[in-house]
């Protein structure tokens, strides 16, 4: 989710980000029971019910649903969209990328990560954007350090997306993660290296690069929140909660049990 809302950023004690770990790992399980039931013929609204019921399950509750008057747990984004689809009943199918958003909260912090899932026979050229996307997110944590300003990080991202021929959503970007889902600062997914502010110990932040295959551009449909790209072509997303700890990034999400089901280690 990338709506914000305008505050000054603040920063987190070690007791906080311990809680805010525990609450993106609600998220990380329910990623992960989700990757089980992924495939050819399942739809979004029986992929959100899971989520749904688990999530309650950990004595959480859901983060999204709700929120900003959002009707769903999950926000699945298929192929072309890049953000925010609402859960429908239209089966998936072979070759599909399933965006996969969620949000928790668990003693009063949220998770709020993301995972980009492959059905069945992807197009190779499909499969190249979703290994850049995410190692655009990697390559944007990689420069959560004290050393380093907010911009370092979308340089990162734009910097790797832009040198494989990709368009960068300008119109949506990362968060301050918390007690609420929206703080400051901003984080986009471009930006000037050595500009904006100091990064600090203590910043919980989420990062989530949205990449296209084609421009940039990005339309909203007429839901009022399925986000898709201009031009038609796929794009892909993912997401993690970072805690800028001892002056580095911690990542306080995980992919693991996403890779425990599909049998890949990243």
């Given amino acids: 989710m990338s709506f914000l809302s305008r505050h000054m950023i603040l920063y987190k004690t070690k007791e906080e980000i311990a809680l805010m770990r525990d609450a993106a790992q609600v998220v990380s399980r329910t990623l992960g029971l989700i990757a089980k039931y992924m495939r050819e013929g399942v739809t979004p609204k029986e992929l959100d019910k899971m989520a749904h019921d688990y999530i309650l399950s950990q004595d959480a509750t859901p983060g999204f649903l709700g929120l900003y008057g ?15 689809g609402l859960p429908t009943e239209r089966p998936l199918q072979d070759g599909d990328i ?37 190692e655009c997110l990697y390559k944007g944590i990689e ?7 907010l911009e370092d990080i979308g340089w990162a991202i734009q910097s790797h997306a832009e040198a494989n021929g990709y368009g960068v959503v300008r119109d949506l970007v990362g968060h301050g993660l918390g007690k609420t889902l929206h703080e400051e600062p901003q984080v986009p997914n471009y930006g000037r290296r050595g500009r904006g502010k100091k990064i600090q110990n203590g910043l919980t ?5 949205m ?15 399925t ?12 997401e993690h909660d970072i805690a800028i ?16 089901v599909l049998g890949q280690d990243d």
């Fill in 98 to 134: 399933v965006s996969v958003d969620c949000g928790a909260v668990y003693k009063g912090y949220y998770g709020d990560h993301a995972y980009t899932f492959q059905i069945g026979n992807v197009d190779p050229a499909v499969k190249k954007l979703l290994k850049v996307t995410k």
């Fill in 205 to 209: 932040i989420a990062i989530e690069p």
């Fill in 143 to 149: 420069q959560c350090t004290v050393s380093n300003r």
């Fill in 227 to 238: 986000i898709v790209t201009a031009d038609g072509k796929p794009s892909a997303h993912f």
């Fill in 245 to 260: 700890v001892d002056g580095a990034p911690e990542i306080l999400s995980t992919f693991d049990y996403i890779y425990d």
């Fill in 211 to 225: 990449i296209n295959m084609g421009s940039e551009k990005v339309v909203t449909l007429e839901d009022n929140w």
């Fill in 70 to 84: 959002c009707p769903s747990t999950l926000l699945i984004s298929v192929n072309e969209q890049v953000v925010h």
